[in-house]
């Protein structure tokens, strides 16, 4: 684990991440169930283009992503009210390969991360009466921040304002790590290689 400590959205956090496959994109490169996703190729493409260029590829901010990330530093707030745990954060995580990472929310002592989410009101709602398919849908996130920082556990936050708090703690699981990372690997392989064809 190399910690890089650009402040996330800065032009160096942005430089860091540049060509590199990140755990908020590994929905891209596998499911949930733990399959190979139908959307890797085009992630790939994405990410070898950016190599290739030295730029990143333009990616479409809507309300709802502008929203979380205003709220982002107030939701934290509440979780270290709420839970009495200091978060720590950084900026982009690297693996020891430096060929991908993860941005997390924060660290949580010393074996836990944070990823906050700040769905819309009904999404949230949709969460708090299925936790189950708050967790599945960040899944991939959240297993790749503890596959890159070898962390046992990570909370999943969802805020809203004027809706009640939602706090799920997912466990390590290590057999869908390992499938994690060969899927990861595979898109590192052929990043890499066709990124050297292609020059």
């Not at 994109?25 to 283009?49: C, P, R, V």
């Not at 530093?73 to 709420?82: C, I, K, N, S, T």
């Not at 709602?125 to 299925?130: A, H, K």
């Not at 990570?154 to 706090?167: Q, R």
Request: hydrophobic share 35%.
């Amino acid at each position: 684990m190399i910690i890089l400590d650009h402040e996330q959205g800065s032009d160096e956090w942005f430089a860091s991440r540049l060509g590199r496959p990140s755990a908020s994109m590994f929905n891209k490169l596998i499911t949930s169930a733990g399959k190979a996703s139908s959307q890797a190729d085009g992630y790939i493409n994405d990410l070898i283009e950016e190599r290739l260029k030295g730029v990143r590829v333009p990616i479409y901010v809507n309300e709802h992503m502008e929203r979380g990330a205003r709220l982002e530093p107030e939701a934290r707030e509440l979780y270290e009210f709420v839970t009495d745990q200091k978060v720590t954060e950084y900026g982009f995580i690297l693996d020891d390969s430096e060929e991908f990472g993860c941005s997390p929310d924060g660290f949580v002592g010393e074996d836990g991360g944070l990823e906050i989410k700040c769905p819309t009101g009904s999404n949230l709602i949709g969460y708090l009466r299925n936790n189950k398919s708050f967790i599945n849908k960040y899944k991939q996130q959240v297993m790749g921040c503890m596959m890159i920082t070898g962390r046992s556990w990570w909370d999943l936050m969802a805020y809203s304002e004027g809706l009640s708090l939602l706090i799920v703690r997912v466990e390590r699981d290590d057999e869908y790590i390992e499938k994690l990372a060969a899927e990861v690997q595979k898109a590192v392989d052929i990043i890499v290689n066709e990124t050297e064809n292609l020059k």
